[in-house]
């Protein structure tokens, strides 16, 4: 019952090879003199040929009996067959029933029956057998991979902050409370404090991919309450300097997937076109201007509604950053321009379907930093614990947050968000 090969690792070649393949038996076809059954595994399908004048009787009723989507482990003899898939067959000598599956199915894993988004998120577990979900999982394993090797190239270490926090990154309202034993504690929405602070703390370039919380209650195709945050910062680079390694991480990504994934982009049906750098730098007035001339009501000073999001994002029509932002529509920690402090240097990232990331220079003063807290209506005694690390030595830094999912959903064109999570979480879905 040990497991010798994976499905794409059986060839031709290995003919009259005994091997043992596991899995789920995806399809049972009994034409009488021979019965084909389809065993798959997470690398793809192997047909299993039983010939009723010479198969075992004991192993044709183990597969007469069957249920689809049970797991099954089948020992055989490699057989060369140029109209099977592959150009192979497996006849078996054992198979073994390793799980029994129930009928009716919860949803159907073969393509030929289709089945809504909802239900196949309430059956993850049946809906990650499917080939095209599998895929996604597959390259997002990779892209994810990609973004590690990357910033390790380019000298980032890898940290880990903490997800439950005593007060809010960026104030506002849009928190999880939770009860951490006496006291209110909340989920983090960002890493952004704490990966400030391994700046003050000598570590120079970080980076983090991890969840972060929003407890914002949207309900988009773009949106989710629990999201997975690609994070660096870095000391000694300002806004410019992040920005040309956020667009070359994004090209190294698509020319990772690209080269590494065609199978899994060939199931999908999908061609990734690998972006050109430098992307496009927008400024945000001319961005406004763009909405204000495709009809959008827009003043200066507004933050971008997704109808200008879709407006400017058609005009450029490829990847695309909007810079120069104005000072009060960002966080305290973005760094204003010295000679125009109306103006901050704050970038956001943008696929023309919508905004992937968000960064800026940040402030490095203590007390221009406290002053931004309090002209934000923040108390500032309750950012202590950050501010503090700003009165014994911060160098100037920079970074970004990108989203793990819309970076992933965009590079494949994908329309809802909850494809591309195992287990989404936004204002209805809290299970499985």
Request: aromatic share 8%.
């Given at each position: 019952m040990i497991r010798t090969h994976y499905s794409t690792q059986i060839t031709p070649d290995m003919n009259g090879s005994s091997i043992t393949v596991c899995g789920w038996a995806h399809e049972i076809r009994d034409l009488g003199g021979i019965t084909f059954l389809v065993v798959r595994d997470r690398e793809g399908p192997v047909q299993v040929t039983?010939?009723?004048?010479?198969?075992?009787?004991?192993?044709?009723?183990?597969?007469r009996g069957l249920s689809r989507e049970s797991v099954v482990a089948v020992t055989g003899t490699v057989k060369k067959e140029a109209k099977a898939p592959n150009g192979y067959e497996l006849v078996?000598?054992?198979?073994?029933?390793?799980?029994?599956?129930?009928?009716?199915?919860?949803?159907?894993?073969?393509?030929?029956?289709?089945?809504?988004?909802?239900?196949?998120?309430?059956?993850?577990?049946?809906?990650t057998r499917r080939p095209g979900t599998q895929a996604i999982f597959r390259i997002r394993h990779l892209m994810l991979k990609s973004v590690r090797d990357y910033l390790a190239r380019e000298g980032f270490v890898e940290i880990t902050t903490p997800k439950v926090v005593a007060t809010a990154t960026e104030g506002g309202t849009a928190l999880f409370p939770i009860t951490y034993f006496e006291r209110e504690a909340f989920l983090n929405q960002s890493p952004q404090l704490f990966k400030q602070l391994m700046m003050s703390g000598g570590l120079d370039r970080v980076f983090e991919i991890g969840p972060i919380?929003?407890?914002?209650?949207?309900?988009?195709?773009?949106?989710?309450?629990e999201a997975t945050s690609i994070d660096i910062e870095a000391s000694?680079?300002?806004?410019?300097?992040?920005?040309?390694?956020?667009?070359?991480?994004v090209k190294h990504v698509y020319s990772s997937v690209a080269e590494d994934?065609?199978?899994?982009?060939?199931?999908?049906?999908?061609?990734?076109?690998?972006?050109?750098?430098?992307?496009?730098?927008?400024?945000?007035?001319?961005?406004i201007d763009i909405a204000r001339d495709h009809g959008e009501k827009i003043e200066w000073g507004d933050d971008l509604t997704t109808e200008s999001e879709h407006s400017i994002g058609e005009t450029i029509g490829e990847h695309y950053f909007i810079v120069d932002w104005p000072t009060k529509i960002k966080p305290f920690y973005a760094q204003p321009y010295e000679n125009k402090p109306e103006i901050c240097r704050a970038f956001d990232m943008m696929h023309p379907r919508m905004e992937l990331s968000s960064g800026a220079q940040r402030v490095h003063s203590y007390e221009t930093l406290r002053s931004r807290i309090e002209a934000q209506g923040l108390n500032a005694?309750?950012?202590?614990?950050?501010?503090?690390?700003?009165?014994?030595?911060?160098?100037?830094?920079?970074?970004?947050?990108?989203?793990?999912?819309?970076?992933?959903?965009?590079?494949?064109?994908?329309?809802?968000?909850?494809?591309?999570?195992l287990f989404p979480r936004d204002r209805k879905r809290l299970s499985p």
């Open positions: 039983l010939f009723k004048k010479t198969i075992d009787k004991n192993v044709l009723e183990i597969v078996p000598t054992a198979v073994t029933v390793l799980g029994r599956a129930e009928s009716p199915l919860p949803m159907d894993t073969t393509g030929k029956v289709d089945a809504d988004l909802d239900t196949r998120l309430d059956a993850r577990f049946m809906d919380f929003r407890a914002e209650e949207h309900d988009t195709r773009k949106h989710l309450n000694f680079l300002d806004n410019e300097d992040v920005m040309v390694i956020l667009e070359n991480l994934e065609a199978r899994h982009l060939k199931t999908l049906g999908i061609e990734v076109k690998v972006p050109k750098t430098p992307f496009k730098r927008v400024a945000y007035d001319e961005a005694d309750s950012f202590e614990f950050y501010l503090k690390a700003f009165r014994f030595g911060m160098p100037p830094h920079a970074g970004w947050g990108l989203g793990a999912e819309r970076l992933l959903m965009t590079m494949l064109g994908i329309d809802n968000i909850r494809e591309v999570v």
